[in-house]
């Protein structure tokens, strides 16, 4: 104990630099230590969120990017499709078309032929009936004054006689 | 010149006799506590001015204790003690290299001779204060230890049956050990003591050599060892600390 006194080691100021300490350190707990490190710690993981935040964000403006890109690519090769479609399905409409009017203008044809054939036939008979008409009206008519001059000779011919 | 390795009582309260460096270590004690509390307190979401330094002080002592510790929730633990020590030597330390201190006081006549009294004492410069801080530290130790493993797994570290499994070496290391506790208040209290008494001497065998620039490269010398004495207080406090919750089978696997 002796040795303890000459380097000035001395109980109440042994207990009073313990209890100045403690002091210290419960203010700097209370006062500092507890409201800043729960404070840097809420700071934290509120940075954190925020990161993870605009990393999702950043994630999902991606997915939209690609998604955006996709739609597109699909409506371009629809539209592209559609319109080989229309062009295939017009070409075999047109096709049809130009068929369906030769075969009907070769039926006129043949139909016209026809008929300009049956009008000449009936022609044809219509002019012999005239034709013959004719004939009988006129040999009725040379027969007749034939006869007549016939008939006037006869008379003539009693005065005469 | 007159250096005493004991510090000089200034004044009394009672008949309780205030010293020098209880004096300086109180004022060290009021101005952070204080300083620390106002600095700390409605902190803003964007730090601004002395905000930042103390962000950076706090975040750089906890991440420091939790490097040793490999454990956040520990290093919150041990957080309060080790960066008040740190804090408290660290400015204890400091406020010994003010200008002033060991040279200005009294001349005060003691057993026939006059030797001058300084005002200003660095705190750790006194045993006194050392062996407080050793106490406190070691005494955590302790308690932190029981906390963590039961009285029981603690004093198990320590009081090793002689007919269990290492035998008669596990006792004999379990009292080593034991008596280490106590050495630890010793090697802590002279360390520190030791560092800074040493560079109070030197700046005060410099100065009344030389006073003028040939001190000055010892001064920022003592304002590097203040750091690292403080540093070195904390550090063996974390250790120590991280030993005492550590269990002993914890430790042997």
Same mark, same amino acid.
């Given at each position: 104990m002796e040795i303890l006194t000459q380097i000035g080691i001395n109980g109440k100021l042994l207990l009073a630099q313990v209890v100045n300490f403690l002091i210290l350190l419960f203010i700097m707990h209370r006062f500092a230590y507890k409201p800043m490190l729960s404070f840097l710690e809420s700071r934290t993981t509120r940075i954190e969120e925020g990161l993870k935040n605009a990393e999702e964000a950043k994630k999902r403006l991606d997915d939209a990017a690609k998604s955006e890109e996709k739609i597109l690519a699909d409506a371009r090769a629809e539209a592209r499709k559609i319109a080989t479609e229309a062009k295939e *399905?017009?070409?075999?409409? /047109?096709?049809?078309? #130009?068929?369906?009017? &030769?075969?009907?203008?070769d039926t006129l044809v043949v139909e016209a032929?026809?008929?300009?054939? &049956?009008?000449?036939?009936?022609?044809?008979?219509? %002019?012999?009936?005239?034709?013959a008409d004719l004939v009988i009206a006129t040999t009725e008519k040379v027969l007749r004054e034939k006869l007549e001059n016939e008939g006037e000779r006869k008379s003539v011919n009693r005065f005469l006689s | 010149m007159e250096i !005493?390795?004991?510090?000089?009582?200034?004044? !009394?309260?009672? =008949?309780? !006799?205030?010293? =020098? !460096?209880?004096?300086?270590?109180?004022?060290? %004690?009021?101005?952070?506590?204080? *300083?620390? %509390?106002?600095?700390s307190r409605n902190p803003k979401e964007i730090p601004r001015g002395a905000q930042n330094v103390i962000e950076a002080v706090f975040e750089g002592l906890l991440s420091f204790i939790e490097s040793i510790t490999n454990d956040r929730k520990q290093a919150k633990d041990f957080f309060p003690l080790v960066a008040t020590i740190f804090?408290?030597? #660290?400015?204890? =330390?400091? *406020? /010994?290299?003010?200008?002033?201190?060991?040279?200005?006081?009294? =001349?005060?006549?003691?057993?026939?001779?006059?030797?001058?009294? @300084?005002f200003l004492r660095g705190p750790a410069a006194d045993l006194n204060m050392t062996v407080a801080l050793s106490l406190v530290s070691v005494f955590s130790v302790q308690i932190f230890g029981i906390l963590? #493993? /039961?009285?029981?797994?603690?004093? *198990?570290?320590?009081?090793?049956a002689p007919w269990k499994k290492p035998y008669a070496i596990g006792t004999i290391v379990g009292l080593l050990e034991l008596i280490g506790e106590f050495a630890k208040i010793l090697s802590f209290s002279f360390r520190l003591f030791g560092n800074?008494?040493? /560079?109070?001497?030197?700046?005060?065998?410099?100065?009344?050599?030389? @006073?003028?620039?040939?001190?000055? @490269?010892?001064?920022?010398?003592?304002?590097?060892?203040?750091?690292?004495?403080?540093?070195?207080?904390s550090l063996l406090t974390i250790v120590f600390l991280k030993m005492a919750v550590t269990g002993h089978e914890e430790g042997a696997h």
């Open positions: *399905s017009s070409e075999k409409r /047109g096709q049809e078309l #130009l068929m369906e009017f &030769e075969k009907k203008a032929r026809a008929q300009a054939v &049956e009008e000449r036939e009936k022609l044809f008979r219509e %002019a012999k009936g005239e034709i | !005493s390795i004991i510090a000089e009582k200034l004044f !009394s309260i009672g =008949n309780f !006799s205030v010293t =020098n !460096s209880l004096f300086i270590a109180v004022i060290v %004690a009021v101005a952070l506590g204080l *300083s620390a %509390a106002v600095f804090l408290f030597v #660290l400015f204890s =330390n400091w *406020s /010994g290299l003010l200008p002033g201190a060991g040279t200005i006081g009294l =001349n005060e006549e003691h057993a026939g001779r006059i030797i001058m009294v @300084p963590a #493993l /039961g009285v029981r797994g603690y004093v *198990s570290k320590f009081l090793v800074v008494f040493a /560079g109070e001497v030197l700046l005060t065998v410099m100065l009344s050599l030389v @006073p003028y620039l040939i001190p000055l @490269p010892f001064l920022i010398l003592e304002v590097f060892v203040s750091v690292v004495q403080a540093a070195v207080f």
